[in-house]
């Protein structure tokens, strides 16, 4: 079973920036899509963004289009979110997803607080 753990999380103030990262527990890393999503206080877990096993293909969410930027790293099987630009409105924990045809996996998740 492929394990993920999610760091990088924190404080920061509005505008401020933070790299996320998800490390995952072996090489089949390489064949799962990866995804980020987040769960702020009170709401539903929202989609963020996501990256095909070779890192060809990402998708994001319209609310942080051109803010935050998906990436990946086979090699050390690591994802990473950048984000920039931060808003209050990105408060959350952030969770790491490994899709694989029926299969998910998730990570415990790490908190991003933005300050206003």
């Known amino acids: 079973q492929l394990q993920l753990v999610e760091s990088g999380g924190g404080l920061v103030p509005a505008g401020g920036s933070l790299r996320l990262s998800c490390a995952a527990s072996?090489?089949?890393?390489?064949?799962?899509?990866m995804g980020w999503l987040r769960q702020a206080p009170g709401k539903e877990r929202e989609f963020v963004a996501s990256?095909?096993?070779?890192?060809?293909?990402?998708s994001y969410a319209d609310s942080v289009k051109g803010r935050f930027t998906i990436s990946r790293d086979n090699a050390k099987n690591t994802m990473y979110l950048q984000m920039n630009s931060l808003k209050p409105e990105d408060t959350a924990v952030y969770f790491c997803r490994a899709t694989l045809g029926p299969r998910n996996y998730w990570g415990q998740g790490t908190q991003v607080t933005v300050s206003s």
């Open positions: 072996d090489r089949t890393f390489s064949s799962y899509t």
């Open positions: 990256i095909s096993w070779s890192g060809g293909s990402s």
